[in-house]
């Protein structure tokens, strides 16, 4: 049986870990997933809401129209964006492409920029 490490850490603190760029993005992707997964159920109970009657899709108008209610919209196409660009930068890398260092952290800086930039975008057409 071979010995243990002795110098090995005992208790990691995950607050002083950093992560590189891409492994938070990677992280993030999975994130986003998750969230998206969750919302599926009450996206369709809205849009079921809908298309019952002319009175239930008028009622539902003014239900969505609160800020709160357009906050959790925006989050939920926030998530859908990230997860999209995210999705799609693993499929260039799929390729061969951006997978050294260097591309993986250019790509990561890319993917943050590109859905800052359309989560912004959405939020400015949300309201």
Not at 34 to 38: A, H, K, P
Not at 89 to 92: A, R
């Given at each position: 049986m071979k010995a243990v490490n002795k110098n090995r850490p005992v208790n990691l603190d995950l607050k002083t870990i950093k992560l590189p760029l891409p492994a938070v993005v990677s992280i993030l992707h999975r994130a986003s997933g998750?969230?998206?997964?969750?919302s599926i159920p009450i996206l369709l109970g809205i849009l079921s809401c809908s298309l019952e009657s002319e009175s239930s899709f008028n009622e539902l108008k003014d239900i969505?129209?609160?800020f709160f209610v357009t906050l959790v919209i925006w989050g939920v196409v926030g998530a859908l964006l990230y997860h999209l660009i995210a999705g799609v930068?693993?499929?260039?890398m799929d390729f061969g492409i951006g997978e050294t260092l260097e591309g993986g952290l250019k790509g990561a800086k890319i993917t943050i920029f590109l859905a800052a930039l359309s989560i912004i975008f959405v939020g400015v057409w949300l309201w």
């Open positions: 998750v969230v998206i997964f969750f969505l129209g609160g930068k693993h499929l260039v």
